[in-house]
């Protein structure tokens, strides 16, 4: 095969490589976003917690995340569900001031149709609406989630993981 071959089949490659390296970038006018990934999360000033607690019937079972501002310059916050082969998304928890506590209750047979969880941390607000400054995704219920029998030991549970996530006893991703 001679050099101007080469170059010929090698451009092609290179091209497409280019293409698919632009396309799976997000636009950076929608701010960081990073993959949650375990069942509790620190970092870019917040932190999360997963857990479920189980109902008598599997249809009546909750997932529950509690998000908490760690240092983050975050105002607001919103929660989708996401269906990443459709692009279907639905507001789980519409765009609301950033409280020093919040809990997202959703069925665990949601995430069925909506696997896909984007959590979007907005910055300040200065009367103009920006895109989420943050987000952080989950690709469905993550595997280490603890399950409950009683709500009292489920809030229990996220009480106590959030303490020691933000004393630096805890896993973070």
Do not use: C
């Not at 997963?50 to 919103?78: C, K």
């Not at 149709?113 to 995704?137: C, M, N, S, W």
């Amino acid at each position: 095969m001679n050099q101007g071959s080469r170059r010929a089949t090698l451009w092609p490659v290179a091209f497409l490589a280019l293409l698919l390296l632009a396309w799976s970038a997000p636009p950076s006018a929608e701010g960081q976003q990073i993959h949650g990934e375990n069942s509790s999360f620190l970092g870019q000033g917040v932190a999360m917690v997963w857990g479920v607690l189980r109902g008598v019937r599997e249809e009546d079972t909750q997932a529950v995340l509690r998000i908490v501002p760690a240092g983050g310059e975050y105002a607001a916050v919103s929660v989708e569900g996401v269906d990443p082969f459709s692009g279907t998304r639905q507001d789980l928890q519409p765009r609301r001031p950033l409280s020093p506590r919040m809990d997202v209750w959703s069925l665990r047979s949601t995430f069925a149709d909506l696997p896909r969880r984007e959590i979007h941390f907005y910055a300040k607000d200065d009367g103009q609406v920006r895109p989420p400054a943050l987000t952080v995704y989950f690709m469905g219920l993550p595997d280490t989630t603890p399950e409950f029998g009683s709500e009292a030991a489920l809030l229990g549970y996220l009480d106590q993981t959030l303490e020691k996530l933000l004393s630096g006893k805890g896993r973070t991703p």
